[in-house]
């Protein structure tokens, strides 16, 4: 009996440092860099929502070589989205919370907080547990920590401080929206600010950095950098991030166009 060995080798792209995102009328209009695709999101523009956002990601291809048999197949797997903190709130924070900027509830926050740190399940209460921007981004920063913790670079205890309203975190991202200043103080990262002339900056920022945004009229948000927006050409068209917005009515993923940007304030963690 003729024995006959199958083995599959996989190849794959490493994901970009950011996460390109086209805006396309179709799939077939993109263009991905080499060994990246386009995916259709439900990502929306804010205040363009007839135009449709695809995410260029790696493809995996596996070749599957068969010894003395016939010659080797090769198949093209699913896309695959980086693990990053963009992906990882984005995945796991249900849309449709609610958003209450005006008459948030702090009480309800505190709630969610302590749900979210003992048991991953995020609170979905329009009424109690809605969200802003800023207790978006403190969660993220939140599930930031939990990570580094199971990696043994920080405490529960540590945890539990920096999780406390009246702390110096709450006071970074909500009272004084610098994310940045947070983590340099804590040591746990650095951050830089970036101007609208300077755009873009190499490497600034990254998919998964913790963003403040200030617009042209002196409205911000307090976001997770998903990446950039861009054309058929790779212009730059906009930012997209993860975040709670009022367009969302909740948590969940939108781009903002950007020639309302005046600046940005990138916190990055060190690992």
Known sequence: ?????????????NAPAVEDFRICAAESECACPVTQ???????????????????????????????ESSPAQEVICDPVAPDTLFTRMANSFPPGCGYNLQNFNAD???????QYLQNKEVLCNSQRNH???TSAAFLAFLSELRRLKDLG???EEKIQELS????IAWNYINHQARPDL???ELGLGTGRTIRKNEFPVEGWPKEGDLLQIWREDQSGHSVVFGGYLKDSQGTIQGICYWSSNLSTN????????VEVVNRMIVARFNS
């Open 37 to 67: 695709t386009p995916v259709p999101t439900r990502i929306s523009v804010r205040n363009r929502r007839t135009q449709r956002v695809h995410a260029c990601r790696p493809v995996v291809q596996i070749a599957t070589i068969a010894l």
């Open 131 to 133: 969200s802003m921007c």
């Open 250 to 257: 909740g948590y969940g993923r939108l781009c903002e166009p």
């Open 153 to 155: 670079l920080i405490t």
């Open 1 to 13: 009996m003729k024995i006959i060995f199958v083995f599959a080798l996989i190849l794959s792209f």
């Open 182 to 184: 947070l983590l340099t």
């Open 108 to 114: 309800g926050f505190r709630e969610t907080i302590g």
């Open 164 to 167: 406390d309203l009246r702390g």
